[in-house]
């Protein structure tokens, strides 16, 4: 029977559950959580050596298969090559980026750990799917093994245009080892279009107008997949979520004060020292919502370990302090901010407060926040969104207002816009983006993943392909077998699937 295994850096793990985790990966895979499906990635902990054999355990009939990594695995793979490297050059940053040898030899150590564990415990029938930019080598590692299934791919974040993915040593190695997949999915058309720009400029292969291509005699297809939220179930969290108690004390600080929000992970490509500049301009340039408006930003520091963020947070820190230094009064403080992890019910709560969602990241693959805030509004009173230009969900969310966030006067200028929009407006374009968000959801974007998938070549009956061992397949899987046969379909329920998109994921 085939299932749906989902490969990630990280996997939400049934002992964090309740936990508040900030990060767009982790949420939006938490919101394609179904019955059936194999989550397999590290375990989040550091040991003595990077193990290959899973840890597996059963959760409300999802399988979840964790791996530990050697501490200099880690640091090699995770803080030097995947954050220190990919991270500041995907997001059009190279200035940022560091480049060692070793770091990337770290990496391959690593993704090939991944594909051993894996190829363990995969069946020959199960649809592979693997996430995002620490795994970019995955797919070529479990071909190399052997393993013939439906492989997949997904980046959450953008591709480079060629000019700056050649800058990476390795470039032309990660293009093919990511051409071992069958289907790679992309944010966004321009990424897509980039990421072909490269196979054709960096390996002289020239992709089919579908952007199909072959590499090696094996066919690849880049797709488009823009990943939502669940819509309906985070507006029906933040209607409740209003009530409570952490949103009523904001209501009651705020003092009949407009609220504007921003909620991001603390991280340089967030765009959080222009933001904060930009609010400095717009207080000194419309002097007449002074005293009439509280910015809260809130900052969740998760990759603290990682080059760059002491920096970014000592400058914002600086800059909370200048802006209220200059603008405050003895009622009236005009920037709040909290640099920590809040529980998904308080953030959907303080959404529905504010007036203004201010979303400007200097680059971003999608932005989850953007779809959150509009899913959170009170489509009878909305707030206004102020989003990037250089986030992925400015291609969908064109009714947002949309600016450069390296143009400070022009985000001053939208903030001003935000607060003296006429009603109607504010209606209107809030009811146009809820109706693409709810239409972008994240059981669409698992359906419509899953269903290129399932449209690529049947696998080849591959078990005498394979070189992994049988004893170690049923060593690993042996305390569950009886509860992970599911088939893809079942793992599917929860995704509202039409007939026609489950008869293409049951093969
Ligand atoms: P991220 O870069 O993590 O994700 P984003 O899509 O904005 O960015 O998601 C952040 C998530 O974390 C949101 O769900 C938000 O509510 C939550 N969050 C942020 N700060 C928080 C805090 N202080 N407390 C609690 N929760 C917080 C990556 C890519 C994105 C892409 C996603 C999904 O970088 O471009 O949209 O993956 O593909």
Known sequence: MARLIIVANRVPHPYERGNPRAGGLAIALSDVLVSGSLWFGWSGKRSGKTSTSPRVLVDRDVTYATIDLAEADYNAFYRGFANGTLWPLFHMMPGLMTYRREDYAGYRTVNRAFAEALAGLAGPDDLIWIHDYQLLAVAAELRALGLRNRIGFFLHIPFPPPEIFKILPPATELLRALSANDVIGFQTE?????????????????????????????????????????????SRLSARAVRRAEAKRLIESLDGHALMIGVDRLDYTKGLPGRFAAYGRFLAAYPQHKHKISYLQIAAPTRPEVNHYEELHNELDHKTGAINGA??????????????????TAIAGLYRVARIGLVTP?????????????????????????????????DELTEALLVNPFDIDEVARAIHFALVMPNDERLARHAALLAKVQSGSAAAYCARFAGFLAETPAPIPIDSLRRIPQDMKSQ?????????????????????????EMQKIKL
């Not at 690849?220 to 939220?229: E, R």
């Not at 690993?476 to 039409?498: F, H, Q, Y």
């Open 327 to 344: 603008h405050s009064d003895f009622d009236w403080v005009p920037l709040r901010y909290i640099t920590r992890t809040i529980s998904r």
């Open 362 to 394: 200097l680059r971003d693959g999608m932005n989850l926040v953007a779809k959150e805030y509009v899913a959170a509004q009170n489509p009878a009173s909305p707030g206004v969104l102020i989003l990037s230009r250089f986030a992925g969900a400015a």
């Open 190 to 234: 321009g990424d897509r279009a980039v990421f072909l720009a490269c196979i054709r400029g960096l390996l002289d292969v020239v992709p089919g107008a579908g952007g199909e291509f072959s590499i090696d005699g094996h066919e690849t297809s880049a797709v488009v997949t823009p990943i939502g939220i669940d819509s309906d179930s985070f």
């Open 476 to 500: 690993v899987l042996d305390p569950t077998s009886a509860r992970v046969e599911m088939t893809v379909a079942n793992s599917c329920s929860g995704l509202n699937l039409t007939t026609n």
